[in-house]
């Protein structure tokens, strides 16, 4: 068997080691909030936001911000049908009703024409996905989130880096929120980010993430409302501060990686993989190839091959709604489409020429197969 190709997995350094030591070591007692501070003074700094609160899990900070907006039972979220369960769990957790709408054939992000067709008098919120290092269309979302008073979220969880005409991902919504996880762009082993530039939203969730208790509140263990606890560890948080300080090289080396496999794929008019448009730059958090219609490719076959060769590549994102939770929406013909026809390829920082050549080389001989 041949050595295994991961999928995606941390580059971890002196800094990152050290920062975690000192923080185990030193981050007790009045050093205890220090790191997560200094984390979400780098984060604020780097995206240019007001406001940011570290949490648990990119689950929790989308959790605590859409229970913040005072929504009821019944009211309507609409979020793209390709989507991580992460975007949509807090939904159902809060009682609120997902709307799935199709995506755009070349971003596999929301289709604004579609988000239109879905208002309905219960529409509170729209929430944007950035898939892959992808960007949503956001001028045309935040033009129909204002006519129909509506808020729009960004769900930049795959995002971090990805830019939007001068504007980065997650700075450009009511609020914003972004994971760590280990597969992350930048990791804290587990962990998220809530951002906003709105006081009084920041406010609110602060209050929710601390067990409900206003950091106004004189007397102590004394919530006013029932909270969260999402918070982020200060050891976590050192291993942050030194990711985020590593982000131009972690970025510059995803971007590295799409190029380097977009050049072994010129001249095969069968595959597309993650576009950037003029104005906007992509993190190519996950290089993803989607196999044109006429090429006729068979999944099965592209995953039994890669699985032959012991590489980790990963399946499109399934529709949603297709899970036995949710209604089947399958005119979202995009959703339900792409699955089929596109693989998420390797990508982890440290991949080698030589691995890259061998991913390269099981979808070239799949393309000759079928
Ligand atoms: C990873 C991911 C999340 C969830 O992040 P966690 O930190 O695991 O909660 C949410 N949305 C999208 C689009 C993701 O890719």
Redesign the pocket.
């Known amino acids: 068997m041949k050595p295994r190709i991961h999928y995606t997995k941390p580059t971890i350094t002196r800094l990152e080691i050290d920062n975690v030591n000192d923080a185990v070591a030193n981050g007790w007692g009045e050093n205890c909030y220090s790191y997560i501070n200094l984390f979400e003074k780098k984060v604020r700094e780097y995206l240019d936001v007001k406001f940011a609160i570290a949490t648990s ?4 900070a989308l959790h605590m911000g859409l229970a913040a907006l005072n929504l009821v039972r019944g009211d309507e979220i609409i979020l793209a049908d390709t ?2 369960i ?2 949509v769990s807090p939904i159902s957790h809060l009682g609120l009703t997902p709307v799935f709408v199709d995506v755009l054939p070349d971003t596999w992000c929301l289709n604004p024409e579609m988000v239109k067709k879905a208002i309905t008098p219960r529409t509170r919120a729209i929430i944007a ?1 950035h ?1 892959y290092g992808n960007l949503c269309e956001m001028n045309e979302l935040q033009v129909i989130a204002d006519q129909h008073n509506i808020i729009l979220i960004e ?1 930049s ?2 995002a971090l880096g990805s830019v939007f005409h001068g504007k980065h991902a997650g700075s450009m919504g009511k609020f914003a929120v972004f ?3 280990g597969t ?1 762009l930048i990791t804290t082993g ?3 980010i809530f951002v906003t530039n709105d006081e009084f939203l920041y406010e609110k969730v602060l209050t929710l993430s601390n067990h409900g208790r206003s950091r106004f509140e004189k007397k102590q263990f004394w919530p006013e409302e029932i909270g969260f606890k999402y918070k982020m560890s200060n050891i976590q948080a050192a291993l942050g501060c030194a990711q985020i300080d590593r982000l131009e090289e972690l970025l510059d080396r995803k971007r590295e990686i799409y190029e380097y496999y977009k050049s072994c794929f010129k001249n095969i008019s069968q595959i597309e993989m993650n576009p950037e448009f003029p104005g906007t730059i992509n993190s190519y958090w996950m290089p993803n190839i989607v196999f044109t219609r006429e090429s006729l490719i068979k999944y099965d076959l592209l995953r039994n091959n890669f699985n032959a060769e012991n590489i980790d590549a990963r399946p499109f994102f399934s529709p949603l709604s297709g899970l036995s939770m949710y209604k089947p929406q399958v005119a979202n013909i995009n959703s339900w489409d792409l699955p089929g026809r596109s693989i998420n390829i390797p990508s982890y920082h440290d991949i080698s020429v030589a691995e890259m050549d061998r991913v390269a080389e099981v979808i070239i001989r799949t393309l000759n197969e079928r």
């Open positions: 899990s990119c689950t929790g989507n991580w992460a975007t996905t898939l769900d969880a795959e994971s760590f996880h992350k587990e962990g998220g």
